[in-house]
């Protein structure tokens, strides 16, 4: 049975030299370059393995060459199996 409710997941990208060099680039620009890299990057992750307008990207996590995304359980388990994806988790709430 297909998962159909959306849940916040954060996916978390295996190594990439141009991230590393990108952000060793302490400067202003280099910062926009930064961000800009990792949001296409990431977009076009959800766009090659998710449907359109299947997902909810919420933001791009510069720190650590990832993101955050709504999505569902099935949809998850699609982006654990992507190439250049690392770690796919659920949000947890600490109690």
């Given at each position: ?25 302490r ?13 296409k ?55």
């Amino acid at each position: 049975m297909e998962s159909t409710r959306s849940e916040l997941y954060f996916v978390f990208m295996n190594f990439d030299p141009e991230y590393d060099r990108l952000r060793s680039d302490r400067t202003k620009r280099g910062a926009y370059e930064l961000d800009m890299y990792l949001s296409k990057k990431h977009d076009e992750l959800l766009a090659r393995t998710l449907e359109p307008g299947s997902y909810k990207k919420t933001l791009s996590l510069v720190i650590v060459d990832g993101f955050a995304v709504e999505i569902t359980d099935d949809q998850a388990n699609v982006l654990r199996s992507a190439e250049g994806v690392r770690v796919v988790e659920k949000n947890q709430e600490i109690a």
